[in-house]
């Protein structure tokens, strides 16, 4: 209410009618203006644009004399002041009784300023030669004054305007449109009452002609120099010009000339720049006694189905195609399924021509081979033509990344790209060479040898105690290896002869007396230790058979067996034992062998670490985005399979840092912090420098060679070779089906670099555009048209197909390798041994020759 002149009571001088006629104007008004705002669009933020002398706005639209420009100029405030007080405070019915309406923040603000210079005052400027710089200031300053009423915000809000305030208010609408403000965070009511100006005896001079122009350029003025104003040409004439687009929220009261109500029309366009027209349709009338009344086929439906038909209008598509080799017209290789290059590009193509059969609309195609990079600091590609405003949607999905956040805007989820390294994963590892340790772990191993242990003790404990227990029958309890069993008499006679040898054998011996010195002590008990031992191998029978026990359980568990028995029921009983022991330890064993040879061979290269570390080489797709994300990635072990299995490293010397950095102009000595830290640059410095750029390709200082190569090629050398490939699973799963075998199949491997992407269809930033496919988007997914053209371009995993073949039941020298090692590791032992023991003998006959 500040800044508006005192309004006087003027109801005395201009009579009782005009008086009466601004409030019925002004009630009329401020109720259909609560009603849409608080009724209908349920937004209580409201802005009313208006002026405060519509009969002195420069326009030359009024035919009447000075009297009656005074009494519509006085009629006009006078309405003013009862719609502001209405809005601002409270709203009457006709009774005069106050409705208890919610009541919305009021905004009132006056287009006075942008009331234009007149046609002498234009004439006088031109003569100074200074018409061309008054005009751009003026529409410069006009640009900041409606920037600073109507500030692009999140909230929606309502936009008033009155039309009776003649070129003013449409001054106004040309601005909005030229700021794009048609859009739907500004609901817009434009409310056409000429009431007051009829009543004041003031005519409106409107120009039918759709030629007459709003403003008269420097050749019209010329030519007609007596004419100083501009015409006033009806609302639909101007509606044409203004940039209206499918998400317009635009509606038109004009004033019933019968009675106190307005008649109601809903005004859109599928965009000017589209090629489209403006639709003024009938939606209602407004009157104090019924209100708002708006027809069932418009409460009933949102915006967007109403507005389904877009007759057509023709909207720039730009589509990604990286395909070099592409033939026949781009719109063929878009929607056939031919081929698997560009299979994200094409699959979000062709749903967008499901939205656009939806909405009626028509493409205009072009391409590039760029999604949008930056590059010198500007966006290339499909991104930089939507920023140029050289396309109006993309053809192609992109990844949403921050950066493009404030450049674009998403309309819904598109393709879900999973990029991986895929390979055939070798069948030979490190772990088929320990296939006889591998039925058991270590603690069952473990528990086997603690068990065999136990078993040789006790074993020799009965041998032992067998043999003192019966000293009579000790040669015969024990059987030696290869013995036949005797008869008992024949056992006990011969128990007998070899009793009195042994005897003999060991009381005739003679031992050196044990004195002198200490080196004559040392040699006199070896001696002695020797004679004793000769002796006893002239005995026939043993009492502790320790080494013959390790050899019977060894030979037990091997099932095998040893000549080697007891006739105690305490040694038959740990003989049975071992026997069981082994049998049950034996049917797992072999059967565990048996599923270790037939089952799925491990896979040990699970991470990007392990295939770094591997001996396959590796190659990658020659698309944009791998290359964009090896010239970003900070991720150390993507960086080292780069520079590894990618491309070469510089060498050494081009990578070296300083060994001294003169004291950096400081005149401070370096130390070895910044040694490190210069190091660490120079190699950060030196991995960049063979990373690729957009138009080049990957490649290191000296023409070194580079795996980028096509799927084609790339899953060639994946069926051949040991070689992995980094590729979208989704292009990789066709040419997989269609050319490996089952076997092959099920050695493949997948390896991911990154996590898997989601892709989001784009267009320009706020576009109009942007609410129609979001919508259709929506709809294509409730519908299932997204899944079909999901599964139609995105080909499913073929699947594992298990079969035993002949090959698998072969054993390979891989898996064997174990038991010869252990093979030839017992014949290395062997020979060792042997080369001992015949050095013992001979060091022993010299010994005894040297006594005798």
Known sequence: MCGWPPVLLFASLVGAKVWLEPRTTALLQSRLILEFAVGHKQIPRLTYFTCSNPANNDTGNMSASRAKLNQLREAFNAKNFELIGRLTYQNYNGDGDVLLLQQPFVRIVLLDVLRQVSGSQLRKVRGQGGRSGMGSSMAANNAEWLDSVLTMEALRQIVVVDLACGMLSRRFLELASGKMLYNDKYHWLLIEDYTLHVGAGVRQR?????????????????????????????????????????????????????????????VWSPGRNYGGDVNITKIGNFTLTDGMQLQSWFRTTSTLLRRLDMKHAQVRCMAVVTDKNMT??????????????????????????????????????????????????????????????????????????????????????????????????????????????????????????????????????????????????????????????????????????????????????????????????????????????????????????????????????????????????????????????????????????????????????????????????????????????????????????????????????????????????????????????????????AYRDIVHSHEVGAHAKENAATNWMDPETG???????????????????????????????????????????????????????????????RRITETGIFAYHYNVWHTAKPPCVKKIETSDLHVDMDTVSSALMILLISYGITIFVLIIEILYSKWHTRIGIKFN
């Not at 039918?208 to 006033?232: F, I, K, S």
């Not at 049950?584 to 491990?602: H, N, W």
């Not at 089906?737 to 050695?747: G, L, M, P, V, W």
């Not at 997948?750 to 609410?771: G, Y």
């Open 715 to 777: 899953l060639q050398r994946v069926k051949n070779e040991r070689f992995a490939f980094h590729m979208d699973v989704a292009v990789a799963y066709k040419t997989i089906a269609d050319t490996f075998s089952e076997r092959d199949i099920c050695d493949l491997t997948e390896i991911s670099m990154f996590p898997p992407q989601k892709t989001v269809a784009i267009s320009q930033k706020n576009s109009p555009m942007r609410k129609v496919i979001s919508y259709g988007w």
């Open 206 to 266: 409107e120009q039918q002609q759709q030629q007459q122009q709003l403003h008269l350029t420097d050749t019209a003025m010329a030519t007609d120099g007596n004419r100083e104003t501009d015409e006033l040409q009806p609302i639909e004439n101007l509606m044409e010009t203004l940039n209206f687009y499918m998400n317009t929220e635009l509606t038109l009261a004009k004033r019933a000339p019968q009675d106190a109500s307005y008649l109601l029309y809903d």
């Open 328 to 685: 026949g017209s781009l719109l063929h290789y878009l929607t056939h399924t031919s081929g698997y290059m560009d299979t994200m590009n094409r699959f979000n193509f062709n749903l967008l021509m499901v939205v656009r059969d939806m909405f009626n609309w028509t493409f205009v195609l072009s391409k590039t081979s760029s999604w949008g990079y930056l590059k010198n600091g500007r966006y290339d590609g499909m991104i930089g033509a939507l920023i140029r405003n050289e396309t109006d949607i993309g053809g192609a999905p992109i990844f949403y990344w921050l950066e493009r956040h404030k450049w674009i805007d998403a309309s819904g989820q598109s393709w879900s790209s999973r990029p991986c390294f895929i390979f055939r994963h070798p069948r030979s590892t490190q772990k088929d060479r320990i296939v006889f340790l591998q039925p058991f772990t270590d603690d069952v191993w473990m528990l086997i040898l603690v068990c065999g242990v136990f078993t040789v003790l006790i074993l020799w404990l009965l041998t032992t105690i067998e043999g003192k227990l019966n000293p009579q029958q000790g040669a015969a309890l024990i059987k030696p290896k290869g013995g036949a069993p005797q008869h008992h008499q024949q056992q006990q006679q011969q128990q007998v002869e070899a009793r009195p040898v042994s005897h003999v054998s060991l009381v005739s011996l003679e031992l050196q007396p044990v004195e002198g010195r200490c080196w004559q002590r040392c040699f006199a008990r070896l001696r002695n230790y020797i004679r004793r031992r000769k002796a006893l191998a002239t005995v026939s029978n043993r009492q502790g058979l320790f080494m013959e026990s390790v050899l019977f359980f060894v030979g037990i568990i091997c099932q095998q067996g040893l000549g080697f028995s007891t006739n105690f029921m305490s040694g038959r009983t740990i003989v049975i034992t071992s026997l069981l022991f082994s049998f049950c330890i034996f049917q797992f064993y072999s059967a565990s062998i048996v599923g270790t040879l037939l089952m799925e061979k491990p896979k040990t290269i699970r991470t990007l670490k392990d295939l770094v570390q591997s001996s396959l080489k590796v190659g990658v797709e020659d698309v944009l985005y791998n290359r964009d994300y090896f010239l970003n990635t900070k991720d150390p072990v993507s960086m080292e399979i780069y520079a590894k299995k990618i491309t070469q490293v510089p060498t050494n010397k081009e990578i070296e840092a300083p060994s001294a950095v003169p004291d950096g102009g400081q005149g401070q000595p370096s130390t070895p912090e910044d040694a490190d830290g210069a190091s660490s640059g120079a190699s950060a410095k």
